[in-house]
């Protein structure tokens, strides 16, 4: 506690998106002045966005969920009662114990959001100890199946930063960092006014497209298609790196073979790109190394076309010599100093005795599912013998599965979902499939813990006030993923009854009997990650720099090799092989377009795409606050000026945008920033201002794009990740509806 009237200074990260810049918090007797950026912090640099600045009404926002609460009416009737955090934690645990021992630990899922969540590792960690595998969170549509497949051909993710004054070529693939990552955007600015190339794939003329020297205005959805092309020229060519290649890759004549089928003028046809372009672009990047190749999330979006196009991303990395270089893409360690995975207990997952089955979709995506990550940690032994750090990633089951577990029992039943910091009504895709789960019967207990009352919280049935970030202790280790670890003081005392993610988990955990588990504060928590290092959290937020990030370090694999099973890069990879897939990246369509299905394509002649990052908000959030919604009040779909006028739209007028899964209504955007051919929607939203009761929940069938995208398993990618860009619609005016 500060002495009265003092303006103290804690020094944190946002957690606001992301990104987690560091931001140094003023604070008066327990009230937030001011948030600025912290100039000395390497996260983010003293930058503030817009969220950042609206920090204090988010904090003090009267909306904000405050007290627990318990539904008295049918789901959906937003009829509520206030009770006592023991009340609500005696009841959820009696009815979890309950569903246990009737159906396996299995039958619980969890939801949850983005890292601007409550939180997410202490879901994990609970989950794990319980024994379910049914644990979904965002970062599963975020970039599971690049994830997965860097893991598949090298062992281990690329951590994708730029060394301004040394990298010489970017390639930014299916992201526009000027809109949802502005540190990496200016890192851009910088590396191009030193020299470097900037090469952009996107459909849109995007902030970021419009800085580069070579725009490649793609097909959504033929991503795979255009790598393999690159691949092509720079095999056939030539411009691959011989020595990398001869000691460190296999299956590279195979890959050669394959990409043969792929000339540029064959992929021209098939993605749109000028074959000249698809030549100066691999040639650019093949020469001017050091190099980097943003990983992107949209290539995880376009369903069937996704496994071609990681695969050979991933590949395009590997034989340019640029994967583990100062410059390049530099291969991800385990978190030093940190025990992070041994105190999330994935192998209490693995090999738990309660646990008798698999995730909900693992005999579809086997990839994604315990048995694969079994797979991937003996491929990954002798390099990480504990495993992969974000291990999360590996065994995130398909959301359709958890619908169709819960309204019809298949595979197996889901009786409970908790939903923390997430908001799947909006976020997944088909959200007429989430809502019939959330509402059925057969669903006995639905827990949503959150900031603000949303879609989905007001079908569950106990609803807990989410403390912020200025009201917690921080410790940022961004899933294990990646070495480096801030701490974060906490800011203020949490208002009302408001309660850290980690409280809850601990308050479930030792009512079901996991009583030792779980050190009896987040600090103590933060203790046992830190004593590989013999430090305290208390120490390290004490420091004049708390942050760690390790020395840099090139090559590893020339000590250790790569943490696959030959212990060199596998182009075809062999892990793929034992799960049945094709180890090649051949380029399949989008299961709907133009081309695989044709007489679709004649009553919905144009390409849906959506998802994309729209500030000031991070998917569904922050629509509550007025300062941001006024930056951005309406959904807003791209259509081309042609389009328009064949429509007779203007912009600003409304417009409805339809799918075989149903219709909505967005204003539009006319635009000569998008091809003819394709429509951009705005996705993720909801209107906090409107009813939240059933069948209204807030708008959500009025704008939400994942009201109208498929989630189809069928049309989903190789890892079950979910179709939101590269399917097909139909726009017309409301008078013609």
Request: aromatic share 10%; charged share 25%; with cysteine.
């Amino acid at each position: 506690m500060g002495e009265s009237g003092k303006v103290e200074i804690k020094r944190t990260s946002c957690y606001l998106c992301s990104r987690q810049c560091g931001v140094r918090v003023h604070v008066q007797d327990q009230k937030v002045l001011k948030v600025e950026g912290d100039l000395k912090n390497p996260v983010g640099k003293g930058f503030t966005c817009e969220r950042a600045r609206a920090a204090i009404d988010f904090h003090e926002h009267p909306k904000r969920l405050n007290y627990p609460l318990k539904r008295v009416g049918e789901r959906g009737e937003d009829r509520w009662e206030r009770i006592a955090w023991k009340q609500a934690m005696d009841e959820i645990a009696r009815k979890l114990k309950e569903i246990r021992d009737r159906y396996g630990p299995e039958a619980l899922a969890v939801l949850g959001g983005a890292v601007h969540g409550p939180g997410d590792w202490a879901a994990w960690r609970f989950t794990n100890l319980f024994g379910t595998p049914n644990i979904f969170y965002q970062g599963k549509n975020c970039g599971e199946a690049e994830f997965l497949m860097e893991c598949a051909v090298y062992g281990y993710q690329t951590y994708h930063s730029i060394d301004t004054s040394r990298t010489k070529c970017m390639v930014v693939w299916g992201g526009n960092p000027a809109a949802s990552n502005i540190p990496y955007f200016k890192s851009i600015i910088e590396a191009k006014k030193n020299g470097a190339k900037l090469i952009v794939v996107d459909p849109r003329l995007t902030e970021t497209a419009e800085r580069a020297d070579i725009w490649l205005q793609l097909r959504p959805g033929t991503d795979g298609a255009l790598a393999l092309g690159m691949l092509n020229i720079i095999i056939n060519e030539q411009l691959y790196d011989k020595r990398f290649v001869d000691n460190w890759c296999l299956g590279f004549n195979r890959v050669k073979e394959t990409v043969q089928q792929y000339p540029p003028e064959k992929v021209e046809g098939i993605t749109w790109v000028p074959k000249d372009d698809i030549a100066s672009a691999a040639r650019a990047y093949a020469t001017h190394r050091p190099a980097v190749l943003t990983m992107g999330v949209a290539t995880c979006h376009i369903g069937t076309g996704a496994k071609s196009a990681v695969q050979a991303k991933a590949i395009l990395r590997a034989i340019t010599g640029n994967l583990d270089i100062q410059g390049g893409d530099v291969l991800g360690r385990e978190p030093q100093k940190l025990a992070w995975l041994e105190n999330l207990y994935w192998d209490s997952l693995v090999d738990s005795p309660q646990r008798k089955r698999d995730n909900v979709s693992a005999d579809k995506f086997p990839i994604a599912s315990v048995n694969g990550y079994k797979l991937f940690r003996k491929a990954m032994k002798k390099v990480y013998p504990r495993g992969y750090g974000a291990a999360m990633f590996m065994l995130v089951p398909n959301s359709t599965y958890i619908w169709s577990a819960i309204a019809e029992g298949k595979p197996y039943p889901v009786k409970a979902i908790i939903t923390e910091g997430g908001n799947p009504l909006c976020s997944l895709s088909n959200a007429k499939n989430a809502f019939k789960a959330l509402m059925s019967k057969n669903l006995e207990l639905h827990v949503a813990m959150d900031f603000f009352m949303t879609p989905t919280s007001q079908l569950a049935d106990y609803v807990l006030p989410a403390a912020d970030w200025l009201e917690r202790p921080n410790l940022c280790v961004r899933w294990g993923m990646q070495e480096h670890y801030v701490a974060g003081e906490q800011s203020v005392a949490p208002m009302y009854e408001r309660k850290n993610d980690y409280q809850f988990w601990r308050e479930l955990g030792i009512r079901l009997d996991q009583r030792y588990s779980w050190p009896e504060t987040l600090e103590e928590m933060y203790n046992q990650f830190l004593k590989p290092w013999g430090k305290t959290f208390g120490e390290f937020v004490k420091m004049e720099e708390p942050w760690y990030f390790p020395p840099p370090a090139y090559k590893k694999y020339e000590r250790q090799g790569f943490a696959t099973f030959s212990g060199k890069v596998e182009l075809a990879p062999s892990i793929l092989e034992k799960l049945g897939y094709d180890p090649l990246p051949t380029y399949v369509e989008p299961a709907r377009s133009p081309m695989s299905t044709p007489e679709l394509a004649k009553e919905y002649p144009f390409i849906l795409i959506s998802g994309s990052r729209v500030r000031p908000y991070v998917h569904s959030c922050y629509r509550e606050e007025e300062k941001l919604r006024a930056r951005n009040p309406d959904p807003l779909v791209q259509i081309h000026p042609d389009i328009a006028r064949q429509l007779g739209v203007n912009s600003g007028d409304w417009v409805t945008i339809e799918t075989p899964e149903g219709k909505i209504r967005q204003k539009a955007e006319v635009t000569e920033r998008i091809h003819p051919k394709v429509v951009h929607v705005d996705g993720y939203w909801w209107f906090p201002e409107q009813s939240g009761k059933t069948p209204h929940l807030f708008g959500l069938w009025e704008s939400n794009a994942n009201a109208i995208n498929p989630d189809d398993p069928e049309l989903c990618d190789y890892a079950g990740d979910l179709p939101f860009r590269a399917t097909l619609c139909k726009v017309y005016t409301a008078e013609h509806g």
